[in-house]
């Protein structure tokens, strides 16, 4: 496959992403911040949201499943949750954060557990787009193309 082909397949990838409601503007603003100087950005803040999320996720199964359970400390662990899916644009991954905190202000076990299980197949998903975006992107470079933005 030429760069031109990769490119097109690339745009119109992440065009997919956004029209399933994958992704928003906020990863639009990230890819704009990556330029020669610092190629690497937006997988380094992808990779970042990765780690951060699975920790944040094992964290709400530990939390959900004692017998006791500590709301503020979950709304705490969804809140940051929510905050680093904003901040790459994990729009899906963000709303069912939105719906999870009410349930903890609730105090609500059930509704907790269904989010905690919905926000986990919502990361899956987003994880399993970006990482084939991101394959993407390292095909394009490899071929000495350039990546193209969304307009």
């Avoid at 030429?2 to 956004?18: C, E, K, M, N, P």
Wanted: charged letters at 25%; a negative charge.
């Amino acid at each position: 496959m030429d760069v031109g082909q990769l490119q097109r397949r690339f745009l119109d990838y992440t065009a997919s992403l956004f029209r399933e409601g994958f992704l928003d503007d906020q990863f639009n603003q990230l890819q704009q911040l990556q330029d020669e100087s610092n190629p690497d950005f937006v997988v380094e803040i992808v990779s970042l949201f990765f780690q951060d999320s699975e920790k944040l996720l094992n964290n709400l199964t530990r939390a959900l499943d004692q017998q006791s359970v500590d709301y503020k400390r979950v709304d705490a662990h969804v809140h940051q949750l929510k905050g680093s899916s904003s901040s790459i644009g994990a729009y899906r991954v963000k709303n069912v954060c939105i719906a999870f905190r009410s349930y903890c202000e609730e105090q609500n076990i059930q509704g907790c557990l269904r989010c905690l299980h919905q926000v986990k197949h919502e990361y899956s998903l987003v994880k399993n787009k970006l990482e084939t975006l991101l394959r993407l992107e390292q095909q394009i470079l490899a071929a000495g193309g350039s990546i193209p933005l969304m307009v």
